[in-house]
């Protein structure tokens, strides 16, 4: 799998394994899917019910955590290769900072305490940063997280190329892009309820030790490889190199 292909499946994997340990252990909120908190709160104003915290705090964090996010990444500039460095490292920070909290209390069985909370709120974080990286530095934005879009792309190449017998192109193309951040994100999604159900609030260290792998995979080729220097990329604008 090329680097195009696969740095967005391991960042579904890792949204996926995270909107659903969040989901299953910490009261039922998505730290990955931040749309969905939305209709949560909307949902409690209009029927009278309190607001989950986390699920409300989500929202401003998230936003804030992506300003900062695009912030830094402008601050640094066109340098391709460091603004990965540098996103995947905060979001591998944030979810390492999860994963060791959820080993010094119980989360699952008191979403609405302080510690869990916090557990939540690094979770937003890491995901606020995993998602300015793909609006940032990859020549088009994808989603890691939502996936009714890339459901619909793969829906339509699919069809394109049973209809044409094979003869589209751009059917071919589309589908080899959407169909691995699907997979990648039911994968995750697997795994966090696979670990959910045997780690209880320990789970979270899953998303953890992928994030960090994936930032080790990440340092280990920009060591190995040369910057391509006519690869376009959003950095500064389309002007910009990109990995």
């Not at 019910?49 to 990444?73: E, G, K, N, R």
């Not at 589209?168 to 080899?176: F, L, Q, V």
Request: charged share 10%; glycine share 8%.
């Amino acid at each position: 799998m090329n680097r195009a292909i696969f740095i967005p499946t391991a960042l579904s994997l890792i949204a996926g394994v995270t909107d659903v340990t969040s989901w299953l252990l910490l009261g039922g909120f998505f730290s990955a899917h931040v749309t969905g908190n939305l209709v949560v709160v909307a949902a409690d104003v209009v029927t009278g019910t309190p607001p989950d915290i986390v699920a409300l705090l989500a929202i401003p964090v998230f936003i804030l955590t992506t300003a900062i996010a695009t912030t830094v990444a402008r601050r640094i500039g066109s340098n391709a290769p460091r603004v990965t460095t540098v996103l995947f490292g905060a979001q591998a920070v944030f979810l390492v900072a999860a994963g060791v909290l959820s080993f010094t209390t119980h989360a699952s069985a008191h979403p609405k305490d302080g510690m869990a909370v916090v557990i939540g709120i690094c979770a937003v974080c890491a995901m606020a940063f995993q998602n300015a990286y793909l609006h940032i530095v990859p020549p088009r934005a994808l989603s890691t997280a939502v996936m009714t879009g890339n459901l619909v792309a793969a829906t339509v190449a699919a069809t394109d190329i049973l209809r044409t017998r094979g003869e589209a192109p751009d059917a071919r193309a589309k589908w080899t892009a959407s169909w691995p951040l699907l997979a990648g994100f039911i994968g995750g999604c697997l795994l966090g309820a696979g670990g959910a159900t045997l780690f209880s609030d320990h789970a979270a260290i899953i998303p953890a030790v992928l994030a960090v792998a994936l930032l080790i995979t990440v340092l280990v080729h920009q060591t190995g490889a040369r910057p391509a220097p006519d690869a376009p990329s959003r950095l500064d604008g389309d002007q910009s190199r990109t990995v």
